[in-house]
């Protein structure tokens, strides 16, 4: 029987593996898209708390829900304005390796 | 009248004289002149008519109060030696006023003259009068102030500046000494008024240093009121001023004050011997050194400055050897005969317009007859020729030395012999011989109005040393050591004298010099090379301070460390994406560790 | 849901996570993605979010992902080429998601509740498009209005960031 806290580790090993993610990839799209798995790690607690802690008449708590359509909604949006960026910066450095760019170095 | 008003009245009447003449009549010169000898001659009156009645009423006002544990008030003591004072310094005061008149005649800044002349006066009796530390102190700094005033009268001559300020700045040095034994004795006795703390001496007794200290602090001031060895450099000086301002202040009253303060707080210093030991050898010192001094001096007011020094010695020395009684005795004759000295001196400048190198005289017995014999009688009683009033007194000192401490006898006599010679050379050389300038051949007695103030001195020169004039005004030390005295003193006046005149009968030029007694000692080369490598010393720290603490350290220290932070910090700017969420990562890793999981 | 599903489920989700940042080609890194989200999706849909497992399909597997190859499709982003690999940022790197992941371990092992099992529903759930609708436009209305604002102003950034600067 699957309970919550094996939802809370499943969710947890997700976030480990983005954050390793965006610590040893060195291609932007591919830290990005670690990004996303951050996220929805997140998302995946919050509902698995909103299933867990039910309203008084036993009824699911959808603030949980409103709140992970808004993540996904904000995640969405910036995705779009960060490959947006990412496509100017290939413009004009024609790489998608992270360490070649380094301008703001001291 | 009543009484209690008197002693207001001769305090005061100088004071309002001095405060008209600065507010009124600074214009009217001739006014001024006669409203302050008008207002001395008061104080005279007033004066004597106190010391007629034996009036020992003290009258007080409340001045100050601190929370009652600081009282001062404005009182007057009466005893036989204040009122003695009093007569002698408004007498003497009166008659240099007369004498001025005749002077300052000519002079353009006679107005402030005598206006500066009434305050002295003011501050002088107050000081006489005064029966507490602290209005003592007070008028005793006013008695300063006027004497800059009036040394610096001439203030367009450099020299006299000079002079005005030299005499200010010693005689603070010794005030600032004076300041703290006051307030070593307020401490510890908690009072400030002489009568109160005479009782309490026993207080004092019992830690003999600091009592030691009190007393050589207080006569500190004394020493530079009184022109003592290390502070007398100002007194030479001082004789850029006019000369009666010479004869009043720096010979007859002022330099008296030291003197007679010290006598007033006597039981204080009697109760110390090592003050009394070192006061005593500062006066031998003194009084040897001027007298040393003095005999290469080649400039009239000069050779009467250093001659003041040295019978000042004499008076602080048998302040050392606990008479009070014997220094007043001499303060008294000293003041006559000083001031006579001084007054003919200016006689003899007047005739001959303003000349003071003795070089540049001779031959005046003649043409200044009055001037010549009172000079003569002044001389003598300062030589100690019985039976002149000096010899009285100067033998009081020196049988108090040959009792107490024979060293310091054998100083005196030492001083009582170059004494004769260089007061015998003074007369010798001024008035014997033949005129050696044409200003000494064209001479004239000086007018009325100059002579009979030097002959009533003259008059008393002579006759007051005898002990049924002047047990009247002091209390004449007895004699109990015989017949041994007076010959020691009589010979060294006789060889002192006999010496004198033959290096110096007939001769036209000084005979020998003596560097180091002709310029003083090198003292004052001594005080200038001091206070300009003190100073040097401070600036060099100050610069120091500025250039490497302020401006290297704080300044550029702080600069210079920000900006070594700064760079520090810089190093963490790596510009590397995945560095930064390293750091982003391990900082959360020990937020979670410190936070959640201890 | 039976458990053996969960596992199924979690299993999939995290090894396609794992291949997402293995892979070194991009493509096959959406790839995976995507199918993790799905895996995902369905999780949600196993803990009665029904609504919010369908919006993760439809918008982030539909959409999110779709523009993200078509990015790279449009940059022609090859497989990255093998670079010299610094040492030590990539133990350092290792360590510190290695510790996350042990310090996560262990709160969740310490939290009281984590053992029970859900709770049961009282009532039928397929209404919670109905639900988070009225809560959406009542409780959290100022937020829903700031999120249109916010992905107006994204639509925005994202055509002036994109244009090409003019010659």
Known sequence: MATLGYYLLASGMLFAIGFAGVMLRRNLIIILMALELMLNAANLSLVAFARFRLQADAALAYQAHVFVFFIITVAAAEVAVGLAIFVALFRVRQTTHVEDITSLKF | ?598 | MPSFLFWIFALLMLVFGAGVIINRNPVASVLNLVVSFLALAALFMSLDAYFVGIIQVLVYAGAVMVLFLFIIMLLDLRAEKRRKINWVATVGGTVVALALLIQIFYVVSNLRDARQPFPPLARSTTDDVHNIGALLFSAYNLPFQIIGVLVLVATVGVVVLSKRQLP
């Open chain 2, 1 to 598: 009248m009543n009484a209690t008003v008197l002693p207001w009245i001769a305090l005061l009447a100088p004071l309002a004289s001095a405060v008209a003449i600065m507010l009124f009549t600074l214009r009217r010169k001739a006014l001024s002149s006669y409203i302050s000898c008008a207002a001395v001659v008061v104080s005279f009156v007033a004066a004597v008519a106190l010391f007629a009645r034996h009036e020992t009423a003290a009258a007080a006002m409340p001045w100050m109060d601190v929370a009652g544990v600081f009282t001062v008030a404005i009182g007057l003591t009466l005893d036989p030696l204040s009122r003695m004072m009093l007569v002698l310094v408004s007498g003497i005061g009166a008659l240099i006023h007369i004498y001025s008149l005749g002077y300052m005649r000519e002079d353009a800044g006679k107005a402030r003259y005598f206006a500066a002349l009434s305050l002295f006066m003011f501050a002088m009796l107050g000081i006489v009068l005064a029966n507490n530390f602290v209005m003592l102190f007070i008028f005793w700094e006013l008695v300063g102030f006027t004497s800059y005033v009036l040394i610096g009268h001439w203030f367009e001559r450099d020299a006299a500046a000079k002079a005005a300020n030299k005499a200010f700045i010693t005689t603070r040095i010794g005030d600032f000494g004076f300041m703290i034994g006051i307030l070593m004795v307020w401490m510890a006795t908690g009072s400030i008024n002489f009568t109160e703390i005479a009782p309490q001496m026993s207080i004092l007794s019992a830690h003999p240093t600091f009592l030691a200290v009190a007393a050589l602090l207080i006569f500190c001031g004394a020493a530079g009121k009184s022109a003592q060895f290390p502070l007398h450099v100002w007194l030479p000086d001082a004789m850029e001023g006019p000369t009666p301002v010479s004869a009043l202040i720096h010979a007859a009253t002022m330099v008296a004050a030291g003197v007679y303060m010290l006598v007033r707080v006597g039981f204080i210093i009697q109760a110390s011997a090592t003050a009394l030991l070192v006061i005593a050898w500062i006066g031998a010192i003194t009084a040897v050194m001027a007298a040393l001094i003095a005999t290469q001096q080649n400039d009239i007011k000069r050779i009467l400055a250093y001659s003041t020094l040295s019978q000042l010695g004499y008076m602080v020395m048998a302040v050392g050897l606990a008479s009070g009684n014997a220094a007043i005795f001499h303060l008294f004759t000293h003041a006559f005969f000083k001031a006579l000295l001084f007054l003919a001196a200016g006689s003899v400048i007047v005739a001959l317009h303003h000349e003071q190198d003795i070089w540049e005289m001779g031959g005046l017995r003649r043409p200044l007859r009055i001037t010549f014999l009172t000079f003569l009688a002044g001389g003598f009683a300062l030589m100690g020729l019985p039976p002149f009033s000096g010899f009285f007194s100067k033998d009081a000192i020196l049988a108090l030395a040959y009792e107490r401490n024979v060293p310091i006898f054998v100083v005196a006599l030492a001083t009582a012999f170059l004494t004769a010679f260089y007061v015998t050379r003074l007369v010798v050389i001024v008035f014997f011989g033949q005129p050696r300038s044409h200003a000494a051949r064209a001479s004239r007695e000086s007018p009325a109005v100059m002579t009979i103030p030097l002959s009533v001195l003259a008059l008393f020169a002579t006759t007051g040393g005898f002990t049924g004039f002047s047990r009247h005004f002091v209390v004449v030390p007895h004699e109990t050591s015989g017949a041994a005295v007076p010959v020691f003193a009589l010979a060294a006046l006789f060889c002192g004298a006999g010496l004198a005149l033959l290096l110096y009968r007939g001769r036209a030029t000084e005979t020998f010099d003596v560097d180091l007694l002709q310029r003083k000692f090198y003292l004052d080369e001594f005080y200038r090379w001091l206070i300009r490598s003190t100073q040097e010393l401070l600036a060099s720290i100050a610069a120091f301070t500025d250039r490497w603490i302020i401006d290297a350290g704080a300044v550029r220290g702080v600069a210079g460390g920000t900006w070594g932070f700064g760079a520090l910090l810089r190093l963490l700017q790596l510009g590397n994406l995945q560095a930064y969420s390293f750091l982003f990562g391990l900082g959360i890793v020990l937020i979670i560790y410190f936070a959640v999981l201890r």
